[in-house]
């Protein structure tokens, strides 16, 4: 039986991979689109293939799309990637890393495939918790994108209704690899490092590899992530 | 002088050439983005920078977009344009030439430029009246995504007011030649047909020949496009 089919924002990370493993479970045809967006870590376009692969998607776009020509991100630009302590908290305020409109974009580009292939549900594993700085991540935002979809497409103004899901948005990262270990995620396969090492070990001293790593140590589960031998910071 | 930062999205069209001379008029700072989305029209690139050198702008930066991994579109695909009669009116329902969330993508890049140049206004040369079937021309649509560009940026989150212009919306092909002429615009530099010849000359039978056709008649203006000799159609 195919299920209807749905547009999955897939990054390679943990939060996308759940999501992936989320709408599958719904009894959606998960059609995933991976946006590699000039990033320094392009190691995330194999990582995603290996989940989309895992998790048994129908099919998988990738985009390349050029945020450089902007600039203004530590993960664009030649902004340092910040490092701490792994037992910092969580930074104050929008970090560097945050990606001007990143969100906006890829969910365009989503939102264009979603209306090609003629689905009206869209999929993106965003979460207010730990990512509380950055403006694209809340519920306004959400509500405003599925708002927008539903006036900007024939879809919509022939009546069918979009529907963007974020069902991580208020989850810890501990919850969302819970959740993922249930639906059978590899969390082995998934990235989340903002600043790899070539061969692509996580740094384990970004912010993004802090919130991980706090993540299996908070839900009591093993972490597989294959760290980087030990930088001073 | 210099006036305030405004981004521009400008097609090298009839329309988006008349909203930059506009934004100028009104004294911004005008940062020209030209999105090439893999239209069977790359001479839409060169016809910008014609107009974007014709009319000062500060900066411009072009972006290629591939949008024909999504198909779906008789500009991004391997359907027909369309043809018709010069004295066709305009087609009904959605056409074929609709590029699905095409607007909503071409925004949220002018979005994250003018984030990262801390600009807080974007101009776009949408207009409701020839092109009434596509959703994302529709008042709704600049409404919609106004909203989404004030809760999606951290300009927005901290006290910023994003403005999206789109001046050229309520008036008709005849009033927007009128008020480029009015602003100095060189029409004879712009590039409306979707189907030109590989030398660039219009086929002046698909509907953007058309419309742009009946605007410098209606305005009483000689109309300086160079079309290719007739086709049958």
């Given at each position: 039986m195919t299920g209807r089919p749905a547009v999955v924002l897939l990054s390679g990370g943990l939060d996308s991979a759940t999501v992936t493993a989320l709408a599958r479970a719904?009894?959606?045809?998960?059609h995933a689109l991976t946006m590699l967006y000039g990033q320094r870590h392009a190691i995330e376009g194999e990582?995603?293939?290996?989940?989309?692969?895992?998790?048994g998607v129908t099919a998988h776009v990738f985009q390349h799309i050029?945020?450089?020509?902007f600039g203004g991100s530590a993960l664009t630009d030649d902004i340092a990637v910040p490092k701490?302590?792994?037992?910092?908290?969580p930074s104050q305020g929008i970090p560097v890393t945050y990606v001007p409109a990143r969100n906006t974009i890829l969910l365009s580009f989503a939102l264009a495939y979603a209306e090609t292939i003629h689905a009206c549900d869209v999929f993106i594993g965003v979460n207010a918790v730990d990512y509380s700085g950055y403006p694209d991540c809340r519920p306004a935002f959400i509500a405003a994108f599925e708002h927008l979809a539903n006036v900007a497409t024939k879809a919509g103004v022939e009546g069918h209704r979009f529907t963007l899901h974020a069902?991580?948005?208020d989850l810890t990262k501990a919850q969302i690899i819970q959740q993922g270990l249930e639906l059978g995620v590899d969390f082995s396969l998934t990235h989340s490092c903002y600043d790899p090492s070539p061969d692509g070990l996580a740094c384990g001293s970004c912010e993004s590899c802090n919130i991980r790593r706090h993540g299996f140590n908070e839900a009591n589960v093993a972490d597989p992530t294959r760290y980087a031998p030990a930088q001073p910071y």
């Open positions: 719904q009894g959606f045809e998960v990582a995603a293939k290996r989940v989309g692969q895992a998790l050029d945020l450089r020509a701490s302590s792994p037992d910092a908290g069902p991580l948005i």
